[in-house]
């Protein structure tokens, strides 16, 4: 049996911060951890276009605060602001609260393993060749200044009788080690031949002791 975990759910608290920031009563609870995953899908599902590879979701009393991730926040934002005061509209009207929109870009959209996973998939769906799409992606990755990057796809590749899985391994990538920072991404290819899954982890370096301990306390829990 595999014994595998997501490598983002390991670090949170240690070397990666929550998605979502909220405190809630039980019977409140289950409500907002639905009311995120529909906020998220929608933004995903009428946003994709703007490369957004995470949504961070914070709440008060009074206010919901949706902070997106973009490598392309101008088509968020819109000229003066009209696409995002839009979204924010549309927000509200979905959830019934007072919401507030934050873009943050995405400098680097190779290191960036949610996008690159996206990236491949779209690759596969136009049916370039998975092994060139594989090695060019993993390439493009290490050029921008990642200590390791590790792609896998699993599926029908090139439209094979029998699904398999191909991977490409470039550089470090230790996914045992929770002062490495390792970012996670998935995405599906829809093809023809059926469903090709993409899985993508990128190593930014490893942290030193002191560096460990800072980043354990930034992301710590409030009490």
């Given at each position: 049996?595999?014994?595998?975990?997501?490598?983002?759910?390991?670090r949170i608290g240690i070397t990666e911060d929550w998605r979502s920031r909220w405190f809630a009563e039980k019977k409140?609870?289950?409500?907002?951890?639905?009311?995120?995953?529909?906020i998220r899908r929608f933004i995903k599902r009428n946003y994709f276009f703007a490369g957004i590879p995470k949504i961070e979701i914070e709440r008060t009393r009074e206010k919901l605060t949706v902070?997106?991730?973009?490598?392309?926040?101008?088509?968020?934002?819109?000229r003066k602001g009209v696409e995002v005061e839009r979204l924010k509209?549309?927000?509200?009207?979905?959830t019934g609260r007072a919401v507030e929109v934050s873009v943050i870009e995405v400098p680097r959209p190779e290191l960036s393993a949610?996008?690159?996973?996206?990236?491949?998939?779209?690759?596969?769906?136009?049916?370039?060749?998975f092994r060139q799409t594989l090695?060019?992606?993993?390439?493009?990755?290490?050029?921008?200044?990642?200590d390791g990057v590790r792609i896998g796809i699993s599926g029908r590749l090139g439209g094979s009788e029998l699904a398999r899985r191909e991977k490409i391994i470039l550089g470090s990538v230790p996914l045992h080690t929770?002062?490495?920072?390792?970012?996670?991404?998935?995405?599906e290819a829809h093809t023809k031949y059926g469903s090709i899954g993409v899985k993508v982890w990128i190593n930014h370096g490893v942290l030193g002791p002191g560096e460990l301990a800072?980043?354990?306390?930034?992301?710590?829990?409030?009490?």
């Open positions: 049996m595999g014994q595998k975990v997501c490598p983002i759910g390991l409140k609870f289950g409500e907002y951890v639905v009311e995120d995953e529909r902070i997106i991730h973009g490598a392309r926040p101008g088509l968020l934002i819109g509209s549309e927000l509200e009207h979905l949610q996008l690159v996973a996206e990236e491949v998939s779209q690759q596969l769906e136009r049916r370039k060749a090695k060019k992606s993993a390439e493009m990755t290490m050029d921008a200044g990642a929770f002062a490495a920072r390792i970012d996670y991404g998935f995405s800072q980043e354990e306390q930034q992301n710590a829990p409030n009490a």
